[in-house]
Antibody
């Protein structure tokens, strides 16, 4: 079955760029949308953005100026970059599959999540 | 901006029915789903408003949509259902999650 795995640094300095990669295994990255979601410690979920295998993207307006999501179909991976990070970007970052088999799209498969701390 | 509001907590006795609401402006015009998150784990899709569930999710989880409120109903609640639950919908292609509800099985 399809599995997702996040990878990347667990510690990022303030003002630098957070970079994460999600590797899709057990299935092709084509056909579906792929998304990033984050959760600050002790808080709720926040949608960051999604990408289609063609490279088409859509971002949360509150983060749009600092976020880039990209896809590498040859590696079955998609990635997240968040620029100019601050302590407020400290969170568990999840990658997830966005399935259009549901009428309004649903996040039906999630990665295990990776904790990213912004600190000097 | 579009917001989804949930009660912070719901308590239920084992075997009873738990209902969790999620309200938002014109939510009845959108499609909402529910996610369960156990402590220290990733969220899991449990049901959407039309009762569409992923394989492996028990049918004691059901979803409905009426007016500006969507409801997650857990029938015959079990101790394993004690988790945080989040609703989620799309507003003009922007994903929005609810504030989250902690379900306690007493």
């Amino acid at each position: 079955q399809v599995q997702l795995q996040e990878s990347g640094p667990g510690l990022v300095k303030p003002s630098e760029t957070l970079s994460l990669t999600c590797t899709v295994s057990g299935g092709s990255i084509s056909r579906y949308f792929w998304s990033w979601i984050r959760q600050p410690p002790g808080k709720g979920l926040e949608w960051i953005g999604y990408i289609y295998h063609t490279g088409s993207t859509n971002y949360n307006p509150s983060l749009k100026s600092r976020v880039t999501v990209s896809v590498d179909t040859s590696k079955n991976q998609f990635s997240l970059k968040v620029n100019s990070v601050t302590a407020a970007d400290t969170a568990v970052y999840y990658c997830a599959r966005l399935n259009g088999d549901y009428p309004g799209y649903a996040f039906d498969i999630w990665g295990q999540g990776t904790m990213v701390t912004v600190s000097s | 901006s579009f917001e989804l509001t949930q009660p912070p907590s719901v308590s239920v006795s084992p075997g009873q029915t738990a209902s969790i609401t999620c309200s938002g402006d014109k939510l009845g015009d959108k499609y909402a789903c529910w996610y369960q998150q156990r402590p220290g784990q990733s969220p899991v899709l449990v049901v959407c408003q039309d009762n569409k569930r992923p394989s492996g999710i028990p049918d004691r989880f059901s979803g409905s949509n009426s007016g500006n409120t969507v409801t997650l109903t857990i029938s015959g609640t079990q101790a394993v259902d004690e988790s945080d639950y989040y609703c989620q919908a799309w507003d003009s292609s922007t994903g929005v999650f609810g504030t989250g509800t902690k379900v306690t099985v007493l």
